[in-house]
């Protein structure tokens, strides 16, 4: 198959706009900057697939220890995925060459408990973010601003419950030491 950068990164374009623009993903993404992102994932997706290797990062496997990511968050990212592929006409061998590789990683990725959560160096927070729809379901049954637990990660729930809405949801970084 002949390797289009060009056509990669058109793809991943598309599919970090959804990332940075889907409520649960984008809180893995706060604080890394959009085009970098699509620029690692190009090189990296570039050279995974035979194409030239400018990649120089963490492999995947290596790149998520501290990111509580379940199987739920990894299939959401693949229906994004999917939807880029399909906004750009990607040839099928490029979509089912390009699902074989993350699907590859999905076990190095992907954890059980966020106990399985480890630093990529000393001090390194754990990220876990739980699902915004989640959060909202269990603020909905309080009437005052208020801490919830979802059951691995405590958020800050800005604004009392207006109409079932909740104003502003801040995850706070737990920090665990490795
Ligand atoms: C739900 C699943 C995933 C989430 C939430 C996620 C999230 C992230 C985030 C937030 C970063 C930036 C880390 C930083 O700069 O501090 C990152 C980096 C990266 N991700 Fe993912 N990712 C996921 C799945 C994948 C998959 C499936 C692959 C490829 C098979 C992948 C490949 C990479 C690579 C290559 C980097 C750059 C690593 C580096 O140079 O440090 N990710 N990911």
């Not at 090189?43 to 995947?60: C, H, I, Q, S």
């Not at 299939?75 to 060459?97: G, N």
């Amino acid at each position: 198959m002949q390797i289009n950068r060009g056509l990669i990164e058109d793809v991943n374009k598309i599919f970090y706009e959804k990332v940075y623009d889907d409520p649960w993903l984008v809180l893995y993404f706060q604080v890394v900057e959009k085009e970098k992102i699509i620029q690692q994932q190009t090189d990296f997706m570039t050279g995974a697939l035979g194409g030239e290797n400018r990649f120089a990062g963490r492999k995947p496997s290596k790149a998520h220890p501290h990111m509580y990511i379940t199987d739920q968050l990894y299939d959401l990212r693949k229906s994004l995925l999917i939807e880029a592929f399909e906004e750009v006409a990607a040839p099928q061998k490029l979509v089912d060459a390009w699902l074989k590789i993350d699907e590859v990683f999905r076990k190095s990725i992907v954890k059980k408990s966020l106990s399985e959560c480890t630093g990529r160096y000393r001090m390194d927070p754990s990220l876990s973010l739980a699902n915004p729809f989640l959060i909202t379901a269990r603020a909905e049954r309080d009437t005052e601003p208020c801490y919830c637990q979802t059951g691995f990660f405590p958020f800050e729930i800005l604004g009392s419950r207006i109409d079932g809405i909740i104003i502003r949801v801040i995850p706070i970084f737990e920090l665990k030491t490795f």
